[in-house]
C-alpha cells in the first residue's frame, strides 16, 4: 500500500523512443576524414542513432511519452502539467512543442511550457517540475517529455565540431507525481558559465546572422568561432565543475559520492566518462557509457536510468546520480533514490 506525503516527490515512470536507424563508426570515418579507431576509441561511438523520416523532434517526446503512459496505466487526463525538455530545434521554428505534445498524448486537463537549457535540460527541469509541484497544491502529477535530433546540424568536414559528432536522435519522457514514496527526486545541483555563450553557435538563422557563416558551413550548422580558445577555458573548468555538480546534490540529498550505486552520465568521450567514474570512486558497472547510441542530448539521462534499470544495475533502495552537461555552459546533476 502507498502512502502519500506531499513533502515528496517520486518517478511514476519513464518511456524512451529509440529511432531505427543507425550510422557507424566506420561511415562517421568515411564522412569526417577520422580514422575508424579515433571514433571509435577516442569519440566514443561505435554507432550512433539516427532519425528516420517521420522522427522529428517533437514527435519523438510523443512516442516516449506514449510509452511511459504505457507502462505506467495512467490516464493522460491526470496530468497537471507537460514540460517539453526537447530541443528548440525542432518541427517549427517559434514554435511551443509542449502544447503539441498535451494534445497528442489527451492530456486535456494540463497546461504547458518549453524548457531549455540544452544538455542540461532534463536536469534542470527535474528542479523546475519538483519546486513547482511543491510550491502549487494543484500541480500533481507532471510530465516531462522531449525529442532531440541535433545531429542534423553538423557539418562532418568541420573539424572545429569534432567533438560534437557523437550527437544522434532519439526522444524521452519523465512522469512525476506528488506523494509517491518511491523512486523519490531528492536534489539536484546545477551550475552556468556564460563566459562560454558564444562558443558554439548557428552562424545563420537568429537575427545576429553571418553570411559568411552561411557560405563557409550552409545554413543551419553548429560551428566553433575559436576552437583552441574554447579548449584551453573549458579545460580549467569543465571537469571540476562536472564534479562539484554530483557532489553538491549527493549533499544536499543527504548522501556522499560513496553512497552512489548508480551514475547516469551523458555520452562524452571516453576518456573523460572514466575519469569521473575514478574521480568517484566508482566502478564501470555503476555507470554504461552510451557507445552504441551516441550523445541523446538530454535524454542521455532518462536513456541511461532506463537501460540500469533493465539491466538490473539499479534495484530497490540504489542511490543514483543523473549527471549532464550543455554548451553555453552548464552542469547539472539529480540524486534519486529508486525503490
Known amino acids: ?74 490516464d493522460p487526463a491526470e496530468i497537471d502539467l507537460v514540460i517539453y525538455i526537447g530541443e528548440e530545434y525542432k ?32 536536469v534542470m527541469a527535474l528542479k523546475v517540475a519538483k519546486s513547482m509541484m511543491l510550491g502549487d497544491p494543484a500541480i500533481r502529477t507532471v510530465l516531462l517529455a522531449g525529442g532531440y535530433r541535433n545531429g542534423d546540424l553538423i557539418d562532418y568536414k568541420n573539424p572545429r565540431t569534432r567533438f560534437m559528432f557523437n550527437l544522434s536522435a532519439g526522444g524521452g519522457a519523465v512522469l512525476l507525481r506528488k506523494g509517491l514514496e518511491r523512486n523519490l527526486l531528492l536534489e539536484s545541483a546545477i551550475m552556468t558559465d556564460g563566459s562560454f555563450s558564444e562558443d558554439v553557435v548557428i552562424p545563420g538563422g537568429g537575427t545576429k546572422r553571418s553570411d559568411d557563416g552561411l557560405e563557409r558551413l550552409g545554413f543551419g550548422c553548429f560551428d566553433v568561432p575559436d576552437p583552441e580558445g574554447m579548449k584551453e577555458r573549458l579545460e580549467q573548468k569543465s571537469m571540476a565543475n562536472f ?5 553538491s546534490s549527493l549533499e544536499r540529498s543527504g548522501y556522499i559520492e560513496q553512497d552512489i550505486d548508480y551514475i547516469g552520465i551523458l555520452h562524452m568521450k571516453k576518456s573523460a566518462h572514466d575519469y569521473v567514474l575514478s574521480e568517484l570512486g566508482l566502478r564501470e558497472d555503476q555507470s554504461i557509457y552510451l557507445s552504441d547510441y551516441g550523445h541523446m542530448g538530454q535524454i542521455d539521462q532518462i536513456l541511461s536510468l532506463d537501460l540500469a534499470i533493465k539491466s538490473g544495475q539499479i534495484k530497490p533502495g540504489s542511490v543514483v546520480v543523473l549527471v549532464s552537461a550543455g554548451i553555453g555552459y552548464a552542469w547539472g546533476a539529480t540524486t534519486l533514490r529508486w525503490g
Open 1 to 74: 500500500m502507498i502512502t502519500y506525503s506531499d513533502s515528496k516527490i517520486g518517478i511514476l515512470g519513464t518511456g524512451i523512443y529509440i529511432p531505427e536507424h543507425v550510422i557507424t563508426a566506420g561511415e562517421i570515418a568515411e564522412a569526417s576524414g577520422i580514422p575508424e579507431h579515433v571514433v571509435r576509441t577516442k569519440l566514443g561511438i561505435t554507432q550512433k542513432l539516427v532519425p528516420g523520416e517521420e522522427d522529428h523532434s517533437c514527435a519523438m517526446g510523443i512516442r516516449a511519452a506514449k510509452a511511459a503512459l504505457d507502462k505506467t496505466g495512467l
Open 243 to 247: 564534479l562539484a555538480v554530483v557532489r
Open 91 to 122: 518541427e517549427y521554428p517559434v514554435w511551443t512543442a509542449a502544447l503539441k505534445l498535451q494534445h497528442e498524448i489527451g492530456a486535456v486537463n494540463a497546461w504547458g511550457f518549453d524548457a531549455a537549457l540544452r544538455c542540461s535540460t532534463t
